[in-house]
């Protein structure tokens, strides 16, 4: 538990830091970004409030076995969405221009982009960044409760 | 090139250098500092200053990437594993 400035400065900027990081992760198919470096923010802004509140207080808002459930679920659908395609090829974008969810027709030129188009690819974001930021989360966790256990000792 | 564009890239490049510098030396004073915590914020100052770096090279994703783990998530294992050990750095 860290003093007062820390924690209310946390509860300002936790929602801004979760927003930032699920923006990246969806529009990781249109800006700079995708997966891996949304899940990292997300995780980032996980790691802030275990820091602001200490592990007793964390630990009963997200659970470690949680966290692995998310993580497995990321990786399956990664590997899931991979094998839909294997009709054509292994990680086919079966989606792409098909006009069904994601499927418009990509926009040639600048544009501000459109946020529905590039078929699988916005989905493997997710399935990545949902894996990232549930291992990179509870690295960090795992952290605080081995800390926390070498206390009591 | 016109006039203006050699301005931008001569001030560009003083900038580039600037940050550099100032990399090297909070490199430095993360080495040197014998108070860990204040090492660690030398450290997280690298990473967010070499993140810029990235930025200023047209590199915004390796930028993302840099600021979240290198400045953010170490920083935050780093102050875990010394509120969990001691302070300052025995001689």
Redesign the interface.
């Known amino acids: 538990m860290m003093s007062k400035i820390v924690r209310t400065i946390t509860n300002i900027l936790y929602s801004s830091i979760l927003i930032f990081g699920f923006y990246i992760i969806m529009h990781g198919h249109l800006t700079p970004g995708g997966g891996f470096q949304g899940g990292a923010v997300v995780a980032s802004g996980i790691a802030l409030v275990l820091i602001a509140y200490g592990y007793d207080t964390v630990k009963s808002w997200m659970k470690k076995s949680n966290l692995s459930v998310l993580e497995s679920i990321g990786a399956l659908g990664f590997i899931g969405i991979a094998f839909l395609g294997i009709g054509t090829t292994f990680f086919y974008n079966f989606l792409a221009n098909s006009g069904g969810l994601f499927g418009d027709p990509t926009v040639i030129g600048i544009n501000p982009g459109n946020l529905d188009t590039s078929g699988v690819l916005p989905l493997m974001n997710w399935a990545v960044g949902l894996k990232v930021l549930a291992g990179l989360g509870s690295v960090v966790l795992l952290m605080a409760y081995g800390i926390r256990k070498g206390d009591e000792e | 090139m016109t006039n203006f564009g050699k301005v931008i890239s001569v001030i560009e490049e003083i900038i580039q250098i600037l940050i550099l510098l100032i990399i090297i030396a909070t490199a430095i004073m993360a080495v040197s500092f014998k108070d860990l915590l204040a090492a660690v914020i030398s450290l997280a100052a690298t990473s967010l200053l070499l993140s810029l770096e990235f930025y200023i090279l047209q590199a915004?994703?390796v930028?993302?990437?840099e600021a979240?783990?290198g400045a953010?998530?170490t920083t935050?294992?780093f102050?875990?594993?010394i509120?969990?050990t001691v302070r300052r750095e025995e001689l």
């Open positions: 915004p994703d930028a993302i990437a979240g783990i953010a998530l935050a294992i102050i875990l594993a509120k969990g």
